[in-house]
């Protein structure tokens, strides 16, 4: 894929189809801006790949043509004119179905589009569809399967933004997070994808399930785009990839190279090779209070998922899946008190922060524990995320290669809380110099 994929310098005056997919988010937005291009053409070339990709992928629970095509019509214009989107079945959308991953909520209809949802359409993204989530964005997953090999999962609960993305059926997209679910799917589908620091992305009209944890994480085939996502999502033009992030020999700031060891199934080798090529990264110590974070995560999720979903546990009970069935009853034995032991355990991990990251910047370690494993049944181990989730460190999930059974590759950077502008930029570097090294993951052709 081009990176920049600028339409005027391609062979043809009439941009081919392969062409048009060929394109990045915000040249797309530009040609549409330019009038080089129109909104309804890009959305006729991303149909048809949809049309002939979907039916075995199964990354939509509600695909939209007509309304795409509609919108489209009315020559969008705004920071996402013309792009092709989709958004996570557990956001809401005023003029798609919502239903949660869920055969609880068939076919149930918002009154209106959740905030993030409404920025998006504002800014002139085309709505290809909803997504497919696991259920309520919890352990069940959908029927979506990685474009990269169908017999593997392609991570969870952002299941279809991921899959979307990775087969080349959108640009852009909307996914959450509670532990691992943005991240870790980026990963096993070769794309991009950002946890914010908390409370900078509005989660209203976003499935609940966690007050402390929940995020809406923005998704992309590469990180520019994901810059200029993240700048509509937070309104902060500032961080649109023209500004923050241009085209060019993009600084490196320190980075320390964070493996936990501990894990026996972990295959760090992708990783470390990729973390090779980007100059002086020092290897960080991992401290023995970082393991006790993980605990504290489940007993923060725990208490606050299992008020989140008292209803659809008691009144949806005979609708929901065994998986869901288990994740509910696993959090029932949570408690208050468990509750406020793992808010303190956070806070007292917050005050060594500085410690933790060292003379660094910013940390690289997994994304996930490696290749996305075999099987539909499950999605994936977060272990490589619940720990930044519940400390509100903003992460990014960058495309590293692949590896050894073909497979996606991703490298997760973080940052310290509040820092997502530094992070988009370092992450971009980053990129620059892994394309530049040949270690990137391209959509797959399946």
Not at 353 to 382: M, N, Q, S, V
Request: glycine content about 8%; some cysteine.
């Amino acid at each position: 894929m081009n990176p920049e994929g600028d339409i005027m310098t391609m062979n043809s005056s009439k941009p081919s189809p392969a062409d048009i997919t060929s394109m990045s988010a915000r040249a797309i937005a530009k040609a549409v801006a330019a009038s080089t291009l129109t909104a309804e053409a890009v959305t006729e070339v991303w149909l048809d790949r949809i049309a002939a990709v979907e039916p075995s992928l199964h990354a939509f629970i509600h695909h939209a043509p007509e309304k795409a095509r509609a919108f489209a019509a009315v020559a969008p214009k705004g920071p996402l004119a013309g792009v092709p989107f989709g958004i996570k079945d557990v956001i809401e959308t005023r003029d798609m179905p919502t239903e949660y991953g869920s055969a609880a909520y068939p076919g149930w209809q918002p009154c209106r589009d959740a905030p993030v949802v409404h920025l998006a359409r504002q800014a002139g993204a085309v709505f290809m569809g909803k997504t497919v989530s696991t259920e309520f964005a919890t352990a069940s997953p959908g029927a979506t399967v990685n474009p990269f090999d169908p017999k593997r999962t392609p991570g969870g609960s952002s299941s279809g933004t991921a899959a979307a993305l990775g087969a080349g059926l959108i640009l852009l997209g909307l996914g959450t997070q509670t532990s691992g679910s943005t991240i870790r799917p980026a990963a096993y589908c070769g794309v991009a994808a950002i946890k914010p620091s908390p409370k900078l992305i509005e989660t209203f009209g976003v499935k609940p399930l966690s007050q402390t944890l929940d995020v809406v994480g923005p998704m992309a085939r590469d990180i520019r785009d994901l810059a200029l996502l993240v700048s509509v999502c937070m309104r902060r033009p500032e961080l649109a990839p023209d500004v923050l992030a241009p085209e060019g020999d993009l600084p490196l700031q320190p980075m320390g190279l964070f493996l936990p060891v501990h894990d026996p199934v972990a295959d760090f080798a992708p990783l470390e090779k990729a973390a090779s090529v980007l100059g002086s990264v020092t290897a960080q110590p991992v401290p023995e209070w970082f393991e006790a974070i993980g605990p504290a995560q489940d007993d923060v999720f725990g208490w606050e998922a299992s008020i989140a979903l008292a209803t659809d546990r008691d009144l949806h009970w005979d609708k929901l899946r065994p998986l869901t069935h288990e994740f509910m009853e696993r959090q029932a034995k949570s408690t208050f008190a468990g509750w406020q032991t793992g808010l303190a355990t956070r806070d007292a991990a917050l005050r060594n922060l500085a410690a933790l990251f060292g003379g660094a910047d910013f940390l690289i370690t997994p994304a996930a524990p490696g290749e996305a494993p075999l099987g539909l049944e499950r999605t994936g181990p977060a272990t490589y995320n619940i720990r930044w989730t519940l400390l509100g460190c903003p992460s990014v999930t960058i495309p590293a290669g692949f590896g050894p059974a073909g497979m996606p590759i991703g490298l997760q950077l973080v940052a310290r809380p509040g820092e997502d502008a530094a992070l988009l930029r370092q992450a971009a570097a980053v990129e620059d110099r892994l394309r530049a090294a040949g270690i990137e993951a391209r959509p797959s052709e399946a």
